[in-house]
C-alpha cells in the first residue's frame, strides 16, 4: 500500500463548477497535511494545509480532513481555467523528526470552459 | 515571489563534471530539504537538515552530496552523474516542528540535464 495515494485523473470539471480531490494515507500516526498546485514545469506551490478534524475554508478552496477514516480532500469552489494544474497531496507523519513530508501521485485537474 | 531562491536554474553537465546546486532562505526556518522531480512524477525526497545536521537520508547514490554550511544555506554536490539522473531538484524550507505544522515552501527548482 501505498503511503499517501490519489487518483491521477485527468479530472475534468466545467468552468464555474466544484472540483473535488481526494487523498488516503496509510500513517495513523500522521501529523499535517498540505495541498499543494504544480503548474507544468513548475515548483509545487502550497494552497492549503490543514491539521484538526474538519474543514477549512480559504477563498474559493476548502480542505477537509477525517482522521478517523485516513482521508483528506480538497474542492475548488467556481473552478476557473487558471486551476488547471496538478494537485498534490501532502502527508507530514513522525518520521524523521517529524520533517518528512510524503506526496501522492497528484491529481491532474483541468477546467473546461 | 518565492523566499526560497535556487541557483542555478538551468544545468547541463556531462557524467564526469562535478557541479553544485545552491539554495538559500531567509524565513528562518531551520528544516532545508532535497526533493528530486522526474517528468510527471511527484517530489521524491531525497535529504532533510534539521538544525544543520542531516536528520533523513533517503538511500540517496554517495554521487549526490548535500551540505548545510548554515541555516541560510544548502547545497547539493553533483559528481560522476548518470543520464538517469536528469530531473528538476527541488529546494524547500519548513519550521523544525515534531507535531503539527510546518508547511514545506519550495524554490523555483533547478532543471539538471546530464549528457
Known amino acids: 500500500q501505498k503511503e499517501v495515494e490519489q487518483n491521477s485523473g485527468p479530472l475534468s470539471v466545467p468552468e464555474g463548477a466544484i472540483a473535488s480531490l481526494n487523498c488516503t494515507y496509510s500513517?495513523?500516526?500522521?501529523?499535517?497535511f498540505f495541498w499543494y498546485r504544480q503548474y507544468s514545469g513548475k515548483s509545487p506551490e502550497l494552497i492549503m494545509f490543514i491539521y484538526s478534524n474538519g474543514d477549512k475554508e480559504d477563498g474559493r478552496f476548502t480542505a477537509q480532513l477525517n482522521k478517523a477514516s485516513q482521508y483528506v480532500s480538497l474542492l475548488i469552489r467556481d473552478s476557473q481555467p487558471s486551476d488547471s494544474a496538478t494537485y498534490l497531496c501532502?502527508?507530514?507523519?513522525?518520521?524523521?523528526?517529524?520533517?518528512?513530508?510524503?506526496f501522492g501521485t497528484g491529481t491532474q485537474l483541468k477546467v473546461e470552459l | 515571489d518565492t523566499e526560497v531562491t535556487q541557483t542555478p536554474k538551468h544545468l547541463v553537465m556531462g557524467m564526469t563534471n562535478k557541479k553544485s546546486l545552491k539554495c538559500e532562505q531567509h524565513?528562518?526556518?531551520?528544516?532545508m530539504y532535497w526533493y528530486k522531480q522526474k517528468a510527471k512524477k511527484p517530489p521524491e525526497l531525497m535529504f532533510v537538515?534539521?538544525?544543520?545536521?542531516?536528520?533523513i537520508n533517503e538511500s540517496v547514490p554517495s554521487r549526490f552530496s548535500p551540505e548545510c554550511p548554515n541555516s541560510s544555506l544548502l547545497n547539493l554536490h553533483l559528481h560522476a552523474l548518470q543520464p538517469e539522473d536528469s530531473a528538476l531538484y527541488l529546494c524547500?524550507?519548513?519550521?523544525?516542528?515534531?507535531?503539527?505544522?510546518?508547511?514545506?515552501?519550495f524554490g523555483e527548482g533547478s532543471r539538471l540535464t546530464v549528457l
Open positions: 537538515y534539521s538544525y544543520e545536521k542531516l536528520s
Open positions: 501532502a502527508v507530514k507523519g513522525l518520521t524523521g523528526g517529524g520533517n518528512k513530508l510524503t
Open positions: 524565513m528562518g526556518h531551520r528544516a
Open positions: 500513517d495513523r500516526g500522521s501529523q499535517s
Open positions: 524547500a524550507s519548513s519550521q523544525a516542528l515534531r507535531g503539527a505544522g510546518g508547511e514545506l515552501f
